[in-house]
């Protein structure tokens, strides 16, 4: 079978999903193939802090209201280290802007029903997804979906098909620059029915590493503590789990903490990723296919959800006038926000991860300790911290 579309798209993750909705809004037409089947996209637990912008969007795709219903905003986070939580409130720091915790599981599950709703579901299943006719000027996708041929010919090929995707791979070689480091360790995340030990995020460090208590909603906690790059799921039990967590919060917090069963328990590694250009020809990358970061800063969603409006208004503009500026430019534009979220994730990872190598109570954690200490106490570095998290303008 041979299709043809406006906007071939790769991937029904939040970009892929995201890109569609906006298109549609507009009378542009788009397909997505994606290789995995719905409940399995709809199953991955992910981060879940929208910024202010990424928020916006999601209200301009028609997909607002339960995120407005359910979503929970945030004006602050905690930083603790030494044992002691010291609030950074975004407000106060002079920002005007706040996040909202609603987790990125949620915001696919609203886009797909928002797609299933209108009948235009993503291609699901489709497998040996493959791209053509990039250099000739006619570009196409490929897979075999339910067992036969599918062509999708278009005029734009968008990758958002996240890292280990095949889109990134079309553009040349001597045209595509990676930058990456992988970090030293993971995160172990575990979600339970147990009720958030704070109101707001506290990113804590402990000179056994790095721990993080977030949450998902009033009765729903998410909790990470960083762990050994190559560990396995099987070493962590949730009693041991919780009771490393516990210690690693101290008295003051780690006391406070409910525990339960874990209905999720997962490993992350960390690393940071960009690929450069975001555009080659007719095709486009978008999301976690040209760029990850780690997870410190909330920001791998948000900067899917910046790359999708950059692109979304190039694309109106080309469709509905012909021009071609907006496209020109996206791959700068996008690179531009990335850059500083990479900057940021990264900083933010280093101030508070214990590193191998890195002697108990030596230079590396007295030097973390010391910028700490100098981030809780300037309201200039407070302020910096919360534009940061809060979200560069777009
Ligand atoms: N063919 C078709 N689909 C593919 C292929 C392929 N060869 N490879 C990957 N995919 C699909 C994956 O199954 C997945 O559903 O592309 C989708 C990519 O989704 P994400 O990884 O969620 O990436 P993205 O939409 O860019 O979202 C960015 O999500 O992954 C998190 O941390 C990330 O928060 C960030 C956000
Ligand atoms: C999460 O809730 O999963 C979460 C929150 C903040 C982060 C990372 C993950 O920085």
Not at 232 to 258: A, C, K, Y
Not at 290 to 295: F, G, K, T, W
Request: charged letters at 20%; hydrophobic letters at 35%.
């Amino acid at each position: 079978m041979t299709l043809n579309t406006q906007v071939a798209i790769i991937g029904s993750g939040p970009a892929g999903l995201l890109l569609s909705q906006l298109l549609n809004k507009q009378g542009i037409e788009s397909v997505i193939l994606e290789k995995h089947a719905r409940a399995h996209v709809e199953g991955r637990i992910r981060a879940g802090i929208l910024e202010q912008g990424t928020v916006d969007i999601l209200k301009e795709a028609g997909v607002g209201e339960r995120l407005h219903r359910e979503g929970l905003i945030h004006d602050g986070i905690g930083i603790q280290f030494n044992g002691t939580n010291h609030r950074i409130g975004f407000k106060a720091d002079n920002t005007g802007r706040t996040v909202t915790v609603y987790g990125q599981t949620e915001v696919t599950k609203d886009l797909m029903d928002a797609h299933a709703s209108r009948g235009q579901e993503p291609f699901y299943e489709a497998e040996e997804v493959r791209i053509s006719g990039i250099e000739e000027g006619s570009p196409a996708l490929h897979c075999i979906y339910r067992g036969a041929p599918l062509a999708v010919k278009c005029q734009f090929v968008v990758g958002c098909d996240g890292y280990h995707g095949i889109s990134r791979g079309s553009i040349p070689s001597n045209i595509l620059q990676t930058f990456e480091r992988v970090y030293p360790f993971g995160w172990l995340g575990v979600l339970a029915d147990v009720k958030p030990v704070s109101e707001e995020l506290i990113y804590n460090k402990h000179e056994d590493g790095f721990a993080l208590a977030s949450q998902r909603s009033p009765t729903r906690s998410r909790y990470y503590i960083q762990c050994d790059a190559n560990e396995s799921i099987d070493n962590w039990p949730d009693e041991r789990f919780w009771e490393t967590l516990i210690h690693m919060f101290g008295p003051e917090v780690g006391s406070q903490i409910e525990t339960g069963p874990s209905i999720d328990k997962s490993i992350a590694p960390l690393r940071s990723f960009v690929a450069e250009p975001m555009r080659h020809k007719s095709l486009f990358l978008a999301g976690d296919a040209a760029h990850v970061v780690p997870p410190t800063g909330a920001k791998g969603l948000n900067l899917a959800a910046s790359d999708i409006h950059y692109l979304t208004e190039g694309m109106i503009d080309y469709f509905s006038t012909g021009t071609t500026s907006g496209l020109d430019q996206y791959s700068s534009r996008s690179l531009a926000r990335v850059w500083k979220a990479i900057r940021f994730s990264w900083w933010f990872t280093n101030l508070t991860h214990r590193f191998p190598g890195d002697e108990t109570h030596g230079m590396g954690h007295k030097i973390q300790l010391a910028e700490l200490d100098y981030l809780v106490n300037s309201d200039s570095a407070k302020a910096s911290l919360a534009e940061n998290y809060v979200g560069l303008p777009f």
